[in-house]
């Protein structure tokens, strides 16, 4: 397994359905995504451009990744759940 540091998570709720999507692809059934902590532990043979993309539609990304912060920070967020859409993407 192989933990990376993801920036730019809005909610709990948005992390569990970015994880279980990120858990949909090959080699996804071990990954973790943990808000508190923003760490994502997955398997070494995921293909980690499709977790970028995933990662995107909530406006995250991995630290250290500046490709890809570049592209999020651009992008238009999705607001997955209620309070990311009442509040703006400023989920207590």
Do not use: W
């Not at 043979?45 to 890809?68: F, H, S, W």
């Amino acid at each position: 397994m192989k933990e990376y540091e993801i920036k730019g998570l809005t909610c709990a709720n948005c992390a569990r359905a970015l994880e279980e999507q990120i858990q949909s692809l090959p080699y996804g059934d071990g990954a973790t995504l943990n808000y508190n902590s923003g760490k994502l532990r997955v398997h070494e043979r995921i293909d980690l451009e499709k977790v970028r993309t995933i990662l995107a539609t909530d406006g995250a990304y991995i630290a250290d990744d500046e490709q890809t912060q570049k592209k999020t920070k651009s992008a238009p967020l999705s607001r997955r759940c209620l309070s990311c859409s009442f509040f703006d993407g400023a989920c207590a």
